[in-house]
């Protein structure tokens, strides 16, 4: 008889793998300490980034199943939420403070004062607010479709928001989007931090949230909510079978993955200080989310970072043409041979649709991602060995 | 008192009536078998008393209770389980964990649930394959997780859907065995079967449904010998 199925052991991580985790994190905490160049901490930042978007999609798409392409509307409420409350409030500061000096000696109670006083770093917080109900929004509509059905509704909610966004330009400013200078100052384990000039701040909350989105990741995938994502997503009739509310279950899903994607809506609004509705709001950006998971392994804690890997130094490579300029400054190619010209000249232009192929043979050829690869692999070898 | 009545039960696909006006009891602690040709309407029936659909007309009552319009979640919370015709494996998850799937409806722990799953696994007699993909059992045992995933629910009334379709002989003997330890354990069940030997000899009573009619309802032995039944399957002179 066939040998049925691949054995298979999660329970618990062994303590080679605590310690290679814990050296890894200590690692990237000293990595700015001996890494100077802007542009190697801007792809670590980069990085961080599509891991906290790739973890967070997990989620719902990875765990329970239900591949949400509208995500960008979580990681837009982030954004928008974070820059409209920061503007704002840093308005009202620098009223607050003639205010002040008006109230000295005068009748205007501290009280009076610190009512007016929004805190700029709360835009975070409206912004986790507006991604949760937007979450709950669309998840009461959207979860009454299954498969196809549902990813095109999630496309087309997004859409609806992407258009609001721009048309109710009082609140977001439209299509000119928000642009801030300075950020406010932030205090962050009992140090306050007011240079914004360097990389090393943004550095530290991107891994800060990448380890947020690990941890919350780990919870799940060790409860009660674990079990039941993955049972919806293998069969959600078996689960509903089985005592399992799928609109609670689903929506619960949705609303700790739009929560923790509009984290990194955040944390890209103070890191670029420019948003506006194509680079926070876009089809382009929900599918960017999207491919993260897929590229690296669904339904895994570490197939984000995988994917994140694989994906943000590919797309930096083909954009910067490092790889049609290095062949031809090694003198491989002659630059002025036709090759060369089109490796100097075009390649660069081409680099979407060379990322585009790249992504298509990776999911032809590695249909659970990278990380599925590599441990389908490894499984190999060790059956062999056996 | 009864811990099922099927009431008047209807349901009607645009004109087409799957069921209509079905009427029986169920007793604790009995296995009733229901039979029919296929078209009968058996498995419709098991969809409108889990909630999966809700009847057109008629009710369902359980433990006392009105069940119509309650979402098959809440069913199998109140204790009411069921298994598939077509078997429904958690495939990428191991079988322990589809079996825990099924008791963490009753617990928070996945401790607690993982020893309530390992009980289970024991009594469908699946421990060597406890750490296995779900979606890598040969058929045979793919019936068994399915019915050690229902009783991890802790059901007091359990319906089977063909749990013997495509097995072999040896393997349709093990879950007739599997069956009558479950009535051992007091627990209430209902089972589709094609296989009218295996029904005869362990069901108490039987329900005959035709064309989404009850034809009949008895013991074995007044079923094999009701002549409407024998022409229902048969065909008549």
């Given at each position: 008889m066939n040998h049925p199925g691949i054995l298979h052991n999660r329970h618990g991580a062994s303590p080679l793998a605590i310690i290679a985790f814990i050296a890894i994190v200590a690692l990237l905490i000293a990595f700015p300490g001996f890494v100077e160049s802007p542009y190697a901490r801007h792809i670590m930042v980069l990085l961080f980034l599509s891991t906290i978007m790739g973890e967070s999609w997990n989620i719902i798409g990875g765990y329970t199943g239900q591949y949400s392409v509208g995500h960008a509307a979580y990681f837009g409420a982030g954004a928008y939420g974070t820059l409209i409350v920061m503007n704002a409030a840093q308005f009202d500061q620098d009223k607050l403070l003639e205010l002040k000096d008006l109230a000295q000696d005068s009748h205007l109670s501290a009280l009076l004062l610190s009512a007016h006083y929004l805190h700029p770093w709360t835009g975070v917080l409206v912004g986790m607010l507006a991604a949760l109900t937007l979450s709950l929004i669309i998840g009461s509509i959207c979860f009454r479709l299954r498969g196809p059905y549902f990813v095109l509704a999630s496309i087309a909610v997004a859409e609806i928001v992407r258009i609001s966004v721009l048309n109710l330009s009082d609140l977001t400013q439209g299509a000119e989007g928000i642009l801030i200078s300075d950020l406010p100052p932030i205090i962050i384990g009992g140090r306050t931090i007011t240079d914004f000039s360097t990389k090393v701040p943004f550095y530290y909350i991107g891994l800060g949230l990448v380890l947020l989105t690990i941890l919350v990741t780990w919870l799940v995938q060790n409860s009660k909510l674990g079990y039941f994502f993955q049972a919806i997503r293998e069969d959600q009739d078996a689960a509903h079978s089985l005592g399992i509310s799928l609109t609670f279950y689903k929506n619960s899903a949705l609303a700790i993955s739009a929560v923790l994607t509009s984290l990194a809506g955040s944390f890209y609004a103070i890191y670029i200080k420019f948003i506006d509705p194509t680079t926070v709001l876009s089809l382009d950006l929900s599918v960017q989310i999207v491919l993260i998971s897929i590229i690296g392994g669904i339904g895994t804690i570490y197939g984000p970072v995988v994917g994140a890997l694989v994906l943000v130094p590919l797309s930096e490579i083909l954009r910067s043409n490092y790889l049609g300029e290095s062949l031809v400054n090694s003198g491989l190619?002659?630059?002025?041979?036709a090759v060369g010209n089109f490796l100097t000249e075009n390649l660069s232009h081409a680099h979407v649709l060379i990322y585009g192929i790249l992504v298509v043979l990776v999911i032809l050829f590695m249909p659970e991602g990278v990380l599925g690869f590599i441990r389908k692999i490894m499984a190999k070898k060790r059956l062999g060995r056996s | 008192m009864a811990i099922l009545e099927i009431k008047h039960v209807s349901k009607f696909f645009g004109g087409l009536a799957a069921n209509s006006d079905v009427s029986f009891e169920i007793n604790p602690g009995m296995i009733m078998g229901l039979i029919g040709p296929n078209g009968a309407g058996k498995t419709t029936l098991f969809n409108c008393i889990t909630g999966y659909y809700p009847p057109s007309k008629g009710e369902v009552i359980f433990d006392g209770r009105r069940m119509n319009g309650l979402q098959p979640d809440k069913v199998c919370k109140l204790g009411m389980a069921r298994t598939w015709q077509k078997v429904r494996p958690l495939a990428k998850m191991s079988v322990v964990d589809n079996v825990m799937v099924g008791a963490l409806c009753r617990t928070n722990s996945l401790k607690l649930a993982r020893e309530m799953a390992m009980e289970q696994v024991r009594v469908v007699r699946l421990e060597h394959r406890s750490n296995f993909l779900a979606g890598g059992l040969p058929i045979g045992e793919r019936k068994k997780l399915e019915v050690a995933r229902v009783l991890a629910t802790q059901p007091k009334l359990l319906l089977l859907d063909e749990v013997m379709g495509g097995l072999n002989p040896a393997e349709s003997e093990e879950i007739i065995q599997l069956i009558l330890d479950i009535r051992k354990l007091g627990i209430t069940q209902m089972v589709i079967e094609h296989d009218m030997k295996a029904i005869m000899r362990i069901s108490d009573r039987i329900v005959v449904l035709n064309s989404g009619e009850k034809l009949a309802e008895g013991t074995p032995d007044e079923i094999v010998n009701n002549p409407e039944v024998v022409a229902a399957y048969l065909g008549s002179e």
């Open positions: 190619v002659n630059p002025d041979s | -």
